[in-house]
Every structure is written in structure tokens, then in C-alpha cells.
């Protein structure tokens, strides 16, 4: 059976020229960088390399940029020690690490999963050092005002952070441009090898710690690739995203985006299908070779239906009657049109069992 893969939000393959970038550190440059020696130099050298790579495909410094293990400890690296003013429909990443502090706050969003950067205003608080918004959401693929945001923070004398995990490789990011204090990203959600995720800190605040050189390399490479065929590629799927959900609602009734309306990264669509719960969906369409997710694979063992879209206004019925596409490079207008096809049988089958549409 033909499988198809729709969950690139999730994670995506790695791609070949990644691999073979970071190669030579899976095999030859094997010494600690932090070592005196020989070895340890060769890999101090390769790791610098990819700093510089990393920071340019940015529009940051070098010495702004932290490797970490990945993109949640980018963000809990950015939030720690701040009392923090944070949406909420954050990253779990985000959200656990803000509710252990006593003094958090939050700001809601609209219908759409957009923030109003007038709430944001108005819910700063004295004390409040750090406002920590998502640049584009896992699940609704939303993009926020994260430039208006930046000034409002400018203003108040405070820093943003901004989760750029479901941003970098979607649409253009600049840390500059944008204004950020801090920024997150990950690699395995840009074709790059799953442990290694960078923050970009403007404190320039370095940690003692045994660096993964090829996991640098590889993220570098990625984001080498992602600069320079991420426009053209963006185009592509956003056009198969249009073609996927006007395709949905022109064929299964009562039928829903999650989202629709606001500015959205081009690969990502939340679809909500009335009278239908998301788990035997996503079976069903798994038996026919069709790979899609219910939300943040951060959260899929969760039994509570998606805080993002409750945090829209859909009821807890309406939030678990929701799934996500999210489409990569694999992808073709041959495949969505397969998927639709599937969809189209498995909730027409799905309707019949529940009583609502018996």
C-alpha cells in the first residue's frame, strides 16, 4: 500500500544534503569541542562554522546564537527567570514553563488564533520582565504581529521571545527585522536531524556544555536550504493547501477551517468536521495510508482535547472533532486529491455510525 505522509508540522524526514553535511562529524570530527587538543580544535572549528551559518541565515551574530537540544529547551532557556506575559495558545514548551511561575499572565486570542497587540498592552503588569508570543501557531499554522508586538515591548522596557519552531523554513524570519530579544527554532522541523534546536539570545549569554557538532552542522544545512528554495517551495504548497481545503468544503458537508480568515504559513490546515471525533478519523485514514495528527505531537497522549483550538471558542466536542494537515515537500496535487478522495469516505462512513447523522 502507497503511504502518504501530512504531518510535517510534527517532524519531517531529514533531507540528503543535511546528512551529508553532517557526516564528517559522525565520523571524522569526533573530538569534544571544548577539548585543547587537535581533535577537540577540528571540532571547535566546525561548530564555529556552523554558528556563523546559522546566525546568518537569520540576520543575527554569531555570538547571539545558542545550540540546544531542540526547540523546547530553546524556549524553557528563554523564559526561565522572567515573570512572563505569554498567549494562550503557546507550546506546551512555553505554556509548562511560564505556569510554574506564580506571576505568569495571559493574554486570549480571537476566533482566528490571533492576538490583539492592544490586550497585550493592556494586560502588561509591573514586575512583568518578558512577553513570550508564538510567531506562527503548530496547530492553526497562524502568523502573529509579532513586529507590532516588539514595539509594545520596546515601549514597556521589557523583552519578547517569540517560539519560531512552526515559522523558520515557512516564511521569511529575521531576527532583526523583527525585533526579538529571543527567538526559537528547531531543526527537525526543516528537513534537519531530531536534538538540535537554536536560540537566538541578543544577551549573547554563552553555557558550559559538550556541543552537538553534527546536529550544528546539520541545522545549519537546513537552514542554508530552506534560504534558498523556502520562497519558491512556500508558493507550491500554498497552493496545494488552497486546493485541499476548498476541495474539503466543496465535498463533505459541515465542515470547518480552523483559523480561516487570519494570516496562516502556507503548508498548515486545521479542518473540523462536524459530528465526527478526530481519533477514529485518524485511523481510518491511517488504514488507507494517509498519515495526518489531531494537533501537537508534543500532546498526543493527552486524553484533553487540543488548549489551542478551546482557547478559539470551539467546544471541547468541536476541538476533538478537528484534524491537521500539514503538507512538505513530498507532497503533490496528486496526493492531496487522494487524501481528499479519503476523507471524503471515511466521514461519510464515520457520520453513519454516530447517532446525529444516523
Given at each position: 500500500m502507497q503511504r502518504y505522509y501530512f504531518d510535517h508540522n510534527a517532524t519531517t524526514p531529514i533531507a540528503p544534503e543535511v546528512l551529508q553535511a553532517m557526516m564528517p562529524a559522525l565520523t571524522e570530527v569526533y573530538g569534544n569541542a571544548s577539548s585543547l587538543h587537535?581533535?577537540?580544535q577540528i571540532a571547535r572549528q566546525r561548530l564555529d562554522e556552523a554558528r556563523r551559518d546559522v546566525a546568518a541565515c537569520l540576520g543575527a551574530d554569531a555570538k547571539e546564537i545558542l545550540f540546544t537540544?531542540?526547540?523546547?529547551?530553546?524556549?524553557e532557556l528563554a523564559v526561565q527567570g522572567h515573570w512572563v506575559l505569554a498567549a494562550?495558545?503557546?507550546h506546551p514548551a512555553v505554556l509548562n514553563a511560564v505556569r510554574r511561575n506564580?506571576?505568569?499572565?495571559?493574554?486570549e486570542v480571537d476566533s482566528r488564533g490571533l492576538v490583539d497587540p492592544d490586550d497585550i498592552r493592556r494586560a502588561l503588569r509591573p514586575g512583568m520582565s518578558l512577553i513570550s508570543v508564538m510567531h506562527a501557531n503548530n496547530e492553526l499554522g497562524t502568523i502573529q504581529p509579532i513586529d507590532e508586538i516588539c514595539r509594545i515591548a520596546r515601549e514597556a522596557g521589557i523583552s519578547f521571545h517569540s517560539d519560531g519552531v512552526q515559522a523558520v523554513g515557512k516564511i521569511p524570519v529575521n531576527v532583526r527585522d523583527l525585533g526579538v530579544d529571543f527567538y526559537s527554532l528547531a531543526a527537525h522541523k526543516i528537513y534537519g536531524p531530531k536534538?538540535?534546536?537554536a536560540l537566538f539570545n541578543k544577551t549573547a549569554t554563552r553555557r558550559t556544555r559538550t556541543e552537538n557538532v553534527a546536529g550544528a552542522l546539520g541545522l545549519a544545512a537546513a537552514l542554508r536550504r530552506e534560504k534558498q528554495h523556502g520562497a519558491e517551495e512556500a508558493v507550491r504548497i500554498a497552493a496545494l493547501r488552497d486546493r485541499?481545503?476548498?476541495?474539503?468544503?466543496d465535498r463533505i458537508p459541515g465542515t470547518h477551517v480552523n483559523g480561516a480568515g487570519a494570516p496562516r504559513v502556507p503548508n498548515t490546515s486545521n479542518l473540523r468536521?462536524?459530528?465526527?471525533?478526530s481519533e477514529p478519523l485518524l485511523i481510518a485514514l491511517d488504514l488507507r495510508g494517509f498519515a495526518v495528527s489531531s494537533g501537537s505531537a508534543c500532546s498526543s497522549g493527552s486524553t484533553e482535547p487540543s488548549h489551542v483550538l478551546q482557547a478559539i471558542g470551539l467546544t471541547k466536542e468541536q476541538a476533538r472533532s478537528s484534524i491537521r494537515v500539514s503538507l512538505g515537500r513530498s507532497n503533490d496535487a496528486e496526493q492531496v486529491d487522494a487524501l481528499v478522495d479519503a476523507l471524503v469516505a471515511c466521514v461519510a462512513h464515520l457520520r453513519?455510525?454516530?447517532?446525529a447523522y444516523a
Open positions: 587537535h581533535f577537540g537540544s531542540g526547540g523546547t529547551e530553546a524556549d494562550t495558545i503557546e506564580d506571576h505568569a499572565g495571559f493574554v536534538g538540535v534546536g485541499l481545503e476548498q476541495s474539503v468544503l468536521f462536524d459530528g465526527i471525533d453513519k455510525l454516530a447517532p
